[in-house]
Antibody, heavy 117, light 105 residues
Framework: QIQLVQSGPELKKPGESVKISCKASGYTFTNYGMYWVKQAPGQGLQYMGWINTETGKPTYADDFKGRFVFFLETSASTAYLQINNLKNEDMATYFC??????????WGQGASVTVSS | IQLTQSPSLLSASVGDRVTLSCKGSQNINNYLAWYQQKLGEAPKLLIFNTNILQTGIPPRFSGSGSGTDYTLTISSLQPDDVATYFCYQYNNGWTFGGGTKLELK
């Protein structure tokens, strides 16, 4: 069955970096885009951007340009989100989701990032 | 495109017909989906392209709308439907609505 399994919770200090993984199985990885969505504690969903799994080209939403990096390890059917220079406002749960024609139809379980000095 | 969902909180009884609204700041051209998120879980796709039910979703869920105004309807509310519901547009960029939290009365 289709699965997206994300890495575990992270506790980081402001200014550090964090890398979240999203391992896909049960489908052909390069047939679907991989999207990233942020959910701050008690808040709604925020689209961060997506990466074309065929070409590796990332596209970032305006609020996520600069410190956020999407990349792939295609041979391992894995997508990554790296956040550099962490800030307090980055504290959230981050979801990966595969998408076909822009519709996210399968989601990872979420990876929580806590930022605290 | 900004999406405004209403109401933000809805209380209803088991068996009620429930209607959730999502209004766009511009024409969405039917490129609208609905997600259900239960507490502590990932969102689940219910409906896409306004009214196409995702595989495995019960037929008590339905979607409708056009232009800027869209609706998710639950024909007979079940206890398992307690969740927050988000609309999502993919016509011009990608945007989520703020969500409607559905609880049992």
């Amino acid at each position: 069955q289709i699965q997206l399994v994300q890495s575990g919770p992270e506790l980081k200090k402001p200014g550090e970096s964090v890398k979240i993984s999203c391992k896909a199985s049960g489908y052909t990885f390069t047939n679907y885009g991989m999207y990233w969505v942020k959910q701050a504690p008690g808040q709604g969903l925020q689209y961060m951007g997506w990466i074309n799994t065929e070409t590796g080209k990332p596209t970032y939403a305006d609020d996520f340009k600069g410190r956020f990096v999407f990349f792939l390890e295609t041979s391992a059917s894995t997508a990554y989100l790296q956040i550099n220079n962490l800030k307090n406002e980055d504290m959230a749960t981050y979801f990966c989701a595969r998408a076909y024609r822009y519709v996210m139809d399968a989601w990872g379980q979420g990876a929580s990032v806590t930022v605290s000095s | 495109i900004q999406l405004t969902q209403s109401p933000s909180l809805l209380s209803a009884s088991v068996g009620d017909r429930v209607t959730l609204s999502c209004k766009g700041s511009q024409n969405i051209n039917n490129y609208l989906a609905w997600y259900q998120q239960k507490l502590g879980e990932a969102p689940k796709l219910l409906i896409f392209n306004t009214n196409i039910l995702q595989t495995g979703i019960p037929p008590r869920f339905s979607g409708s709308g056009s232009g800027t105004d869209y609706t998710l309807t639950i024909s007979s509310l079940q206890p398992d439907d307690v969740a927050t519901y988000f609309c999502y547009q993919y016509n011009n960029g990608w945007t989520f609505g703020g969500g409607t939290k559905l609880e049992l009365k």
